[in-house]
């Protein structure tokens, strides 16, 4: 078994996992990617769902689209899934996204996956959202927090997320909601404020971003993974939305200071960009939740994390 991070020995996901059939949404995407190089390394059989062609090793890809109940339908009735990782999703930087397309592929695409899993038997569907559902709150944000999303992507998350939680509260389905802060790591779109920083480190570039005042809670993505392992085989997580977070907020400047750091490199920053009206301004997290319901708790700290990101990003570079 290949190095999969700080967490690859978990012998209880091993245990759990072991022939298990895997169905993950969006597998060809940033998380889904990182997802299925640790499921790669188990004895599981992996199924992926996207809307373009792939050649991912290890894998049965299924060219379909969520938005498409017929080509859903008919792949997930073939598969017949133990686990279900629904990562599929826009997000507000993919290419021609719009308000409608959010809510299509969201909200509506959850719909038609939910739609075609209900003649099967499976033990558990992790679905994902986004922290952004608690929009200009208090902090740190805390599940039973009323949500206020201030955006469109957000506000289809949400909708998704009510529809697998009422599903799960009606019929006692086995639904698992992470609401995930910013994530980053190998694999993420280089457009991306922590990929396209650690790019112009590298290249040596100047840098556009705001004052950076704002405070983030950035976690790194095989802690996400991590999470999702252990959320698809923990039966007391069914029916709840459970934070998944660092649980620690720094301030961007501090961030782009340490990636320089981390980089040894001193470009410009040019911090002249607008703030985004609809940013939250502080987005930090309680995760008290997942540490007792999952037992889990980061194990990167955000150094760690950006770390590993840097020399990923530097073999590709080379």
């Given at each position: 078994?290949r190095y999969l991070?700080?967490?690859?020995?978990?012998?209880?996901?091993?245990?759990?996992?072991?022939?298990?059939?895997?169905?993950?949404?969006?597998?060809?995407?940033?998380?889904?990617?990182?997802?299925?190089?640790?499921?790669?390394?188990?004895?599981?059989?992996?199924?992926?769902?996207?809307?373009?062609?792939?050649?991912?090793?290890?894998?049965?890809?299924?060219?379909?689209?969520?938005?498409?109940?017929?080509?859903?339908?008919?792949?997930?009735?073939?598969?017949?899934?133990?686990?279900?990782?629904?990562?599929a999703g826009q997000?507000p930087q993919s290419?021609?996204?719009?308000?409608?397309?959010?809510?299509?592929?969201?909200?509506?695409?959850?719909?038609?996956?939910?739609?075609?899993?209900?003649?099967?038997?499976?033990?558990?569907?992790?679905?994902?959202?986004?922290?952004?559902?608690?929009?200009?709150?208090?902090?740190?944000?805390?599940?039973?927090?009323?949500?206020?999303?201030?955006?469109?992507?957000?506000?289809?998350?949400?909708?998704?997320?009510?529809?697998?939680?009422?599903?799960?509260?009606?019929?006692?389905?086995?639904?698992?909601?992470?609401?995930?802060?910013?994530?980053?790591?190998?694999?993420?779109?280089?457009?991306?404020?922590?990929?396209?920083?650690?790019?112009?480190?590298?290249?040596?570039?100047?840098?556009?971003?705001?004052?950076?005042?704002?405070?983030?809670?950035?976690?790194?993505?095989?802690?996400?993974?991590?999470?999702?392992?252990?959320?698809?085989?923990?039966?007391?997580?069914?029916?709840?939305?459970?934070?998944?977070?660092?649980?620690?907020?720094?301030?961007?400047?501090?961030?782009?200071?340490?990636?320089?750091?981390?980089?040894?490199?001193?470009?410009?920053?040019?911090?002249?960009?607008?703030?985004?009206?609809?940013?939250?301004?502080?987005?930090?997290?309680?995760?008290?939740?997942?540490?007792?319901?999952?037992?889990?708790?980061?194990?990167?700290?955000?150094?760690?994390?950006?770390?590993?990101?840097?020399?990923?990003?530097?073999?590709?570079?080379?």
């Amino acid at each position: 078994m290949r190095y999969l991070g700080r967490f690859w020995e978990d012998q209880e996901i091993l245990n759990a996992y072991t022939n298990k059939k895997i169905l993950v949404t969006g597998g060809g995407g940033f998380i889904g990617r990182n997802l299925i190089d640790y499921l790669s390394n188990l004895p599981v059989e992996i199924h992926i769902l996207q809307p373009f062609e792939s050649n991912i090793p290890n894998v049965n890809a299924i060219k379909a689209d969520i938005r498409n109940m017929d080509q859903i339908s008919k792949a997930v009735t073939d598969i017949s899934p133990d686990i279900i990782f629904h990562l599929a999703g826009q997000i507000p930087q993919s290419p021609g996204a719009t308000p409608e397309s959010l809510h299509e592929i969201n909200y509506k695409g959850t719909i038609n996956l939910l739609e075609s899993l209900k003649s099967l038997k499976y033990a558990s569907f992790v679905n994902v959202c986004t922290g952004q559902v608690y929009g200009k709150h208090n902090v740190p944000f805390e599940e039973n927090f009323t949500t206020n999303p201030i955006s469109e992507y957000a506000k289809s998350k949400l909708l998704a997320t009510e529809y697998c939680q009422k599903l799960a509260d009606e019929n006692g389905l086995p639904h698992i909601t992470l609401r995930l802060s910013n994530v980053y790591g190998p694999y993420q779109s280089a457009n991306m404020f922590i990929p396209s920083l650690i790019n112009s480190c590298l290249q040596n570039k100047v840098f556009r971003m705001t004052p950076g005042k704002q405070k983030k809670d950035s976690i790194y993505v095989k802690d996400i993974v991590h999470a999702f392992l252990k959320a698809a085989i923990c039966k007391p997580a069914h029916g709840h939305v459970i934070n998944i977070a660092q649980g620690e907020s720094y301030r961007i400047i501090d961030i782009a200071k340490k990636i320089m750091s981390l980089t040894g490199t001193k470009i410009k920053l040019n911090r002249t960009l607008p703030y985004n009206d609809k940013d939250v301004f502080d987005y930090s997290f309680n995760i008290y939740k997942a540490k007792k319901v999952l037992a889990w708790m980061p194990k990167y700290s955000l150094d760690q994390g950006l770390k590993e990101t840097i020399d990923s990003m530097r073999d590709k570079i080379k």
